[in-house]
């Protein structure tokens, strides 16, 4: 609940504030305690009274339930350290290969204890050793080789390149998950922010566009099942031309726009979006193709036509969060 409070000087010409009573007792602050300072870049200034107390592991319990997965992720992206599965009677075999499914789809996240009813598991992370622009680096190579070899298995017919970029988007759901968990923990821990240099203003741009990264991972897993959905059929050369420049064109796009949000720079995020009318272009022209072919495969290449336009779109989004960035 917000408290307005009058600024006071002292006859030597200091400012100062009066804490509010509740919140000093209730941290346990007294006369002669320190407390430290963190002025955002927005010119707030965040008062933290823990600042140098070691921060206790976060525990959570966990009723075992039919939603048993999404818990578990749940609790770990809230930033909790043990978690607790506990259930009435015996975990089943099924229900232990599902909890141990979902700890390996989380970075750190490993099992401590178990019994009969009973599983323990830590995140045995550190998250100053994970600053986020470094996972988002790593989140957006894996997606981008993604996008590159889901057009190579495409034209190439290449089912087992397929199969690898299919089985590559894991990694990126790994990735995203271990991203946000940080970003939580910075929005909760102004002396990590400080040390990581990323404040919440930033946290949320982060998030959005690691997001957007995961989404170019998921268009590009979902090119790679159509190619193996049309795996025997034949592509007139002309189609495959057309599909690999307006590939080149979108993988670049998408490239720049994540090197200009990482960067700061506006002038490489500006290029993405005029490279819209290219786009349309190529786009225009393989319309122009698809009518000529027969109903079935037309819609083949509209499916694949809509994911490769997505990856564009989500190329753009990411560069106007630059732009608001530098701003």
């Not at 075999?93 to 009969?116: A, F, H, P, Y």
Request: proline letters at 3%; glycine letters at 2%.
């Amino acid at each position: 609940m917000m408290e307005l409070r009058k600024i006071q000087m002292t006859r030597s010409g200091t400012f100062f504030v009066t804490l509010p009573k509740d919140w000093a007792i209730r941290n346990g602050i007294n006369r002669g305690s320190i407390v430290a300072s963190l002025i955002t870049p927005d010119d707030k200034i965040i008062i933290d009274p823990k600042y140098t107390a070691e921060q206790a592991p976060r525990t959570a319990s966990i009723k075992l339930g039919p939603h048993i997965s999404r818990e578990i992720i749940s609790k770990y992206l809230l930033g909790y350290d043990v978690l607790m599965i506990e259930a009435r009677d015996r975990i089943t075999l099924e229900q232990r290969n599902v909890i141990k499914q979902t700890s390996n789809r989380l970075v750190g996240l490993e099992i401590i204890e178990e019994d009969q009813t009973k599983i323990v598991m830590q995140c045995l992370l550190e998250p100053s050793a994970f600053p986020p622009e470094k996972i988002l680096r790593r989140e957006h190579l894996i997606a981008s080789d993604m996008f590159k070899d889901s057009i190579t298995a495409l034209l190439d017919r290449d089912v087992h390149l397929a199969r690898n970029v299919i089985a590559r988007d894991n990694e990126v759901d790994r990735l995203y998950f271990l991203l946000v968990r940080v970003l939580r923990t910075i929005i909760q821990n102004p002396s990590l922010s400080e040390k990581l240099n990323v404040y919440p203003i930033d946290c949320l741009d982060y998030r959005l566009v690691a997001s957007l990264v995961e989404s170019v991972a998921d268009q590009s897993s979902q090119i790679a099942e159509c190619s193996i959905k049309i795996k025997d059929l034949e592509m007139d050369e002309g189609v495959s031309r057309i599909i690999r420049n307006l590939y080149k064109v979108i993988h670049e796009t998408y490239n720049d726009a994540v090197v200009a949000f990482l960067s700061r720079n506006v002038p490489i995020a500006e290029s993405v979006r005029e490279r819209e009318s290219k786009v349309k272009e190529l786009n225009q022209e393989i319309e122009s193709l698809a009518s000529k072919l027969s109903l079935e495969r037309a819609q083949d290449l509209t499916i694949i036509l809509s994911l490769l336009n997505r990856v564009y779109d989500h190329s753009v989004d990411i560069s106007d969060l630059t732009t608001s960035k530098t701003l």
